[in-house]
């Protein structure tokens, strides 16, 4: 199952609108399941829930401070010693992205991202 994190209010809102996109590409590679956030720091609930409910992939759509709580959610349902190995994809919808800019990835692209 794909998880997908969404943070609606990344990018002054526009993350919601960037969400459809990312959620019409993931679809179509298997059975998705969307995680919206409803405060500050709840990406980290998602994504241990997510690995729970039995993700094979994250993605998460929102800014660098969205990641960053989804990476630690990640890091706290692994355990400590046990490093994670579910995929993350990034579908950069901040007001920044500086971690995209810095890898070098295509930030509003949902087919770059599958």
Do not use: F, W
């Not at 998880?3 to 990344?10: E, H, T, Y």
């Not at 990312?22 to 995680?35: H, I, T, V």
């Not at 998460?60 to 355990?79: F, I, K, N, P, T």
Request: a neutral charge; charged letters at 20%; glycine letters at 12%.
């Amino acid at each position: 199952m794909i998880a997908l994190i969404v943070n609606p209010a990344a990018g002054r809102g526009a993350a919601q609108a960037r969400a459809v996109s990312a959620e019409q590409a993931l679809r179509a590679l298997g059975p998705l399941r969307r995680y919206d956030t409803r405060a500050a720091g709840d990406e980290r609930r998602c994504a241990r829930a997510a690995c729970d409910d039995g993700a094979t992939v994250i993605a998460v759509v929102g800014g660098d401070g969205s990641v960053h709580h989804v990476v630690r959610g990640l890091l706290e349902a692994a355990g400590p010693g046990n490093p994670t190995a579910i995929p993350l994809a990034i579908y950069a919808a901040g007001t920044g992205n500086d971690l995209v800019k810095s890898l070098g990835t295509p930030a509003p692209d949902a087919q770059a991202m599958t």
